[in-house]
C-alpha cells in the first residue's frame, strides 16, 4: 500500500523528462484517481488502492516516454475551457489565443450583431469554439482536411454546448461560398520539413499534418493567402498566425496576393507571431 504523498515522491523519476514534473505527476495522480489537485493536498496520507496506483505508474511511464500531458490527461485548457484533445489533433497552444484576441478586437465593435467567420484548420476547434461562444450570433465555418481531428472539435462543441459552428471536411477554402467572410483565421502547419524542434517537446507525438508544410514551411499559408480572398467580403480580415521567423515571408506572400493594411503582431514573449491583413480590392 503507498499513500499519495509516497506515489508522488517516487514519481520525482519525471525530473528527466519535465522541468514540471512536480505538477506533471500531481494531474497524473488526480486523474489516475479520479480527484482534483486539492484531494491530493487534502489527503496526503490517504492509501491508495492497487487499481489506482497501477493507473498513475502506466500514465508516469507514458510521460517518462515523452508523451504530452494534454494526450495522458485527453484534455487541454484553452482560452477560458478545457478542450477534449487526442493524438488526431495538435494540442492548442497559450499563443494562439493572440489570435483570438486579435479576432475579437476586430470583430467586436464592427459586427455587434450576425458576423461570417471562417477558421482554417479548425484541428481541436480551439479558435472557431473561443470566437463562436463570444456571440451566439456569429456564424462560425470550421474547416479541417482530417475527418479525426473534425470528430474531436464536433465532440468539444457538443460539450461546451456551442451550436453557431458548422464543421466543414474540406482542403483550405475549397468549395466554400464565395464572398462571404467577415474574417478568416487561420493557425495553419508552418514548421519546415525537417526542422530540428519537430524532435523537441510534444512536436514528435502531435500529427505531422497540423505541423509540417513545404516550400521551407509557407506552403499552406501561400495557399490560404491566395484561397481566402475569394470567400472573403471586401473589408474582411485574414489572421494567420505563423513561426516567429516568418514574418517578413508571409507579408510578402499576403502583399503579392492583393491584401492591404498588413501588420504583425507580437505574443507576450515579443515574438513575431501573428500577421493580419484585410482584403480591399
Ligand atoms: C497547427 S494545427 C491548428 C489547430 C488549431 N486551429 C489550433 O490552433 O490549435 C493545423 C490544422 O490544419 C489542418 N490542416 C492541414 N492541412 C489542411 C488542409 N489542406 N486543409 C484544411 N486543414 C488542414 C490540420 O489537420 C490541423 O488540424
Known sequence: METIKQALEKASSLQKISDTWQLDSELLLASAIEKSREYLFTWPERELADTQLRAFQEFCERRSAGEPIAYILGRQSFWDFELKV?????????????????????????????ANILDLGTGSGAIALALAANN???????????????????????????????????????GLE???????AANPPYVQEGDRHL??????????????AGDGGLADIRTIAEQARHCMQLGAWLLIEHGYEQKLAVAKILADAGYKNIECVLDLAKLDRLTKAQFLS
Not at 178 to 184: E, G, M, R, S
Request: charged share 20%; hydrophobic share 45%; proline share 7%.
Open 86 to 114: 487526442n493524438p488526431s489533433v495538435l494540442i492548442p497552444r497559450p499563443e494562439t489565443e493572440l489570435l483570438v484576441e486579435t479576432a475579437l478586437e476586430l470583430l467586436e465593435d464592427a459586427y455587434p450583431g450576425t
Open 136 to 174: 451566439d450570433a456569429w456564424q462560425v465555418t470550421a474547416v479541417d482536411s482530417s475527418a479525426q481531428a473534425l470528430a474531436v472539435a464536433r465532440e468539444n462543441a457538443e460539450s461546451l454546448q456551442i451550436a453557431n459552428i458548422e464543421f466543414v471536411q474540406t482542403s483550405w477554402c475549397d
Open 178 to 184: 464565395a464572398n462571404y467572410y467577415d474574417l478568416v
Open 199 to 212: 524532435l523537441e517537446g510534444s512536436l514528435p507525438f502531435e500529427p505531422v499534418s497540423a505541423l509540417v
